[in-house]
């Protein structure tokens, strides 16, 4: 099978690994609606969705029930809801743009992933090989320049409704989203700075900066995320502003706004913008994961190649690139999930800030932070480098 | 009334920064998400119900198996929204309460319009209509959501009674007393 996929012509191996991306990032987008739910309903102290079952699988005897109190089959209950509910498209809206908007929300959602890397395995010779779409040099600039037009279906979306919730909504989303880069780039380039240093081939690869944390030795094998905790810190909270999540939730305030940018929204086109928030947020804590949690090493000090070597003498089977890249990726989603628990559990922790606070701490807290930490980072590096 | 004054400390930099509040937040949260839940799943668990509680109202019978409803229709008369039709009739000569006189012919109470105020109850001098445990009520169709005198008496059963009233008042005329 491994030789058939060779043979095939790379556009065709190209689509075939795109489609089975996507196809792994739409159920991990639902479940992630799912456990949305569940954990609200755990700290809220309730259990949560648990009713859906399929008869056949209700007839297993201790597995069915179990997946029942999970709530797995909820999936399915709501995107087939979403699916078939009516798509009712109100009369004053602009019927173009309106329709327009959530298909631009999806667009910079799955168009990221090309160049996030998501896994590794080792070649023959032992090298590391990461697995990804497109392993390219620009790797962060294309996640933040296509992410970034993410705002775009906010604003269609405001606009487009043609009512005075949604166009607030989308109004302070921009804002937010705008503010929010600022640190959000800002606080990455300690971490390429360290990575390109003087005489090596310049990168803004994301590979790269996971081979970074990979290194033997005290330094080269400690996560970015100990090396630079100022700027994972900024980085993650400017992701939280970014993925318009608790308790930066301003574009969807529904205290205040109805239902925010989407409040004229239903049925289908209310659940492309939900897959594309959580898509965002999956990217957003794959780009974390790869630039400050060691990517796909298992352990701070403990690299991927470290650990197929323990491995490997236990059964061949299990230093073949097909494990290994299996493992990796696990490894890396967990990560990735991981961080997804973090983004629902501080949800029901912080209470949604008010929007003079979201711009007071965008502005005049991270900027300013996150300015002074590459100043500081841009000197370190330039001492411990040319010494 | 005493004043004490508060020193207002300043914040110290952890407490502006916010994040060790955030710390201490994501425990109090994660203490909760695994915490047992309180939630009852009500159709598979029951609450249980304390006494007092004033359900679907019904009627009952003595522990003789005597309707103790005599159908003075008070109930009727004070029932603020008129969620009660008493139809009153009368008893058989030869029965062995014929002394009662009266007892409802029908008895229907609209549940659609009852709203458990628990008035006639408290109004009925013969302790005969009570709101009882039964707290879900529900049908497909408004007629079937009016209890007639049969579901009534289904519903209600029979309650311990403390006085047994129209038996001591025949044991009364019996032995030639007047009142009891």
Request: net charge neutral; glycine share 10%; hydrophobic share 50%.
């Amino acid at each position: 099978m491994i030789d058939l996929y060779l043979s095939l012509h790379p556009v065709a191996q190209g689509v075939l690994k795109g489609l089975a991306v996507i196809m792994v990032i739409f159920p991990i987008g639902g479940i992630c609606s799912m456990a949305e739910r569940k954990v609200s309903a755990w700290i809220q102290g309730r259990p949560g969705p648990n009713r859906a079952i399929v008869p056949w699988v209700s007839w297993i005897p201790v597995i069915g029930p179990f997946l029942q109190r999970l709530g797995l089959f909820h999936v399915l209950a709501d995107g087939g809801k979403m699916l078939f509910k009516e798509d009712a498209l109100p009369g004053h809206v602009n019927k173009f743009y309106f329709v327009l908007a959530p298909v631009v929300a999806m667009m910079p959602a799955l168009t990221t992933v090309t160049t996030v890397p998501f896994g590794a395995y080792l070649d023959a010779a032992g090298r590391v090989v990461p697995l990804g779409l497109a392993n390219v040099d620009i790797g962060l600039i294309a996640v933040f320049a296509v992410g970034s037009l993410g705002v775009y279906s906010l604003i269609l979306a405001g606009w487009a409704s043609n009512s005075k919730y949604p166009f607030l909504g989308g109004v302070r989303a921009s804002a937010q989203l705008i503010s929010y880069e600022l640190s959000l780039t800002m606080s990455v380039l300690p971490v390429f700075l360290w990575i390109n240093a003087p005489g090596t081939p310049g990168t803004m690869s994301l590979a790269r900066a996971v081979e970074f944390q990979s290194l033997p030795g005290f330094w080269g094998g400690m996560w970015f995320a100990f090396l630079m905790p100022v700027s994972a810190l900024v980085f993650l909270i400017a992701l939280f502003a970014e993925t318009n999540r608790h308790p930066f939730d301003m574009a969807e305030g529904e205290s205040d706004l109805v239902g925010g940018f989407h409040t004229e929204y239903g049925a289908f086109k209310w659940g492309l913008f939900f897959v594309a928030e959580y898509a965002h947020m999956l990217i957003g804590s794959g780009v974390f994961t790869l630039l400050f949690l060691g990517g796909w090493n298992p352990l701070p000090w403990v690299p991927l190649a470290t650990l197929v070597g323990w491995l490997a003498p236990l059964h061949p089977l299990l230093s073949h690139p097909l494990f290994v890249g299996l493992l990796s990726i696990g490894i890396f989603l967990g990560k990735v999930i991981a961080l997804i628990f973090f983004f629902m559990w501080v949800r029901w922790t912080v209470p949604r800030f008010r929007y003079d606070q979201v711009m007071e701490i965008g502005w005049r807290k991270l900027l300013p932070l996150s300015v002074a930490n590459l100043v500081f980072y841009a000197a370190a590096i330039a001492v411990i480098q040319t010494r | 009334m005493a004043v004490v004054p508060l020193e207002r400390k300043p914040l110290t930099f952890a407490e502006r920064t916010y994040l060790p509040q955030i710390a201490e937040g994501l425990r109090t949260t994660w203490r909760h998400l695994v915490r047992p839940k309180t939630t009852l799943e009500y159709p598979e668990q029951r609450p249980a119900v304390p006494p007092g509680y004033r359900g679907v109202p019904t009627l009952v019978k003595d522990p003789n198996g005597r309707e103790k409803c005599v159908s003075c229709q008070l109930c009727e008369f004070v029932c603020p929204p008129k969620a009660i039709r008493i139809t009153p009739g009368g008893i058989a000569e030869d029965a062995p309460h014929a002394h009662v006189e009266k007892a409802p012919r029908e008895f229907e109470i609209d549940m659609l319009r009852c709203i458990y105020c628990g008035m006639c109850q408290e109004v009925c001098p013969e302790e005969a209509i009570w709101l009882q445990s039964q707290y879900s009520m529900t049908g497909y169709s408004r007629e079937e959501m009016v209890n007639n005198k049969a579901r009534l008496y289904e519903l209600g059963g029979t309650l311990p009674d403390e006085h047994f009233k129209w038996d001591r008042k025949k044991a009364a005329e019996e032995s030639g007393g007047g009142h009891h």
